[in-house]
């Protein structure tokens, strides 16, 4: 039972123009929700992240949107950069514990070309 | 920002013989770590939770006797893969959280290539 999915496996966008990353989750006990970037053969990298009471987040050039009702955050770069290609993967926990278990999405290849 | 320090970054085994990974925080202290196993193109999956001082949290279907999780100080996690097969042969990552600093999300260890021949 996925209960983070990322529909899309993988997205190109031009350099210089929006990348957009979505997210669905099932479980409505998700209160907090990460972004993270990730290279093949490391770890991944925390990007960004949001609390279920807001419904947007911003640091530089990336952006999150939650839409509690529908399930569904966003990821929003702007704008897009080669440097920015990796494997893009959601995360959710129900808690803000330090014990609280992060589920993960599928994730999303994002390649951005010049 | 938090460090989380793993090792090794890779390593072949034989068929039968086990294998210890190590994560640690370095620069704050962990009660509580995760260890997670990702195949290629697929997600992360959290296989235990590492609890300091106690027995680890096993998510369903991850053998404990397998994988042993050792948890002995706040800095220190391992992870042993025991009696290795080649179908363990994964990518294993861990991660921490500093509770100090939650606004940065949990950090994760660089991983570790299991290749078990």
């Known amino acids: 039972d996925q209960q983070v999915k990322q529909n899309s496996p993988s997205l190109s966008v031009q350099e210089g123009r929006i990348s957009i990353l979505n997210c669905d989750y099932t479980n409505s006990m998700f209160d907090y929700f990460l972004w993270y970037k990730k290279y093949p053969a490391e770890g991944p990298t925390f990007l960004i992240s949001?609390?279920?009471?807001?419904d947007k987040n911003e640091d530089g050039r990336f952006t999150v949107f939650l839409n509690k009702s529908a399930k569904h955050l966003s990821l929003h770069i702007v704008p897009s950069q080669p440097g920015d290609s990796a494997v893009y993967f959601c995360a959710a926990s129900e808690d803000t514990g330090t014990a609280s278990k992060l589920t993960f999405g599928t994730g999303t290849r994002l390649q951005v070309t010049l | 920002g938090a460090v989380v320090s793993q090792h090794p970054s890779w390593v072949i085994c034989k068929s039968g013989t086990s294998v210890k990974i190590e994560c640690r925080s370095l620069?704050?202290?962990?009660?509580?770590m995760f260890w997670y196993r990702q195949f290629p193109k697929q997600s992360l999956m959290l296989m235990a939770t590492s609890n300091e001082g106690s027995k680890a949290t096993y998510e369903q279907g991850v053998e404990k006797d397998k994988f042993l999780i050792n948890h002995a100080s706040l800095t220190l996690s391992t992870l042993t893969v025991t009696s290795a097969h080649p179908e363990d042969s994964s990518f294993y990552i861990c991660?921490?959280?500093?509770?100090?600093?939650w606004g940065y999300g949990y950090t994760f260890g660089s991983g570790t290539r299991l290749t078990v021949v």
């Open positions: 991660s921490a959280r500093d509770s100090e600093r």
């Open positions: 949001i609390s279920s009471i807001k």
């Open positions: 620069d704050f202290q962990a009660t509580t």
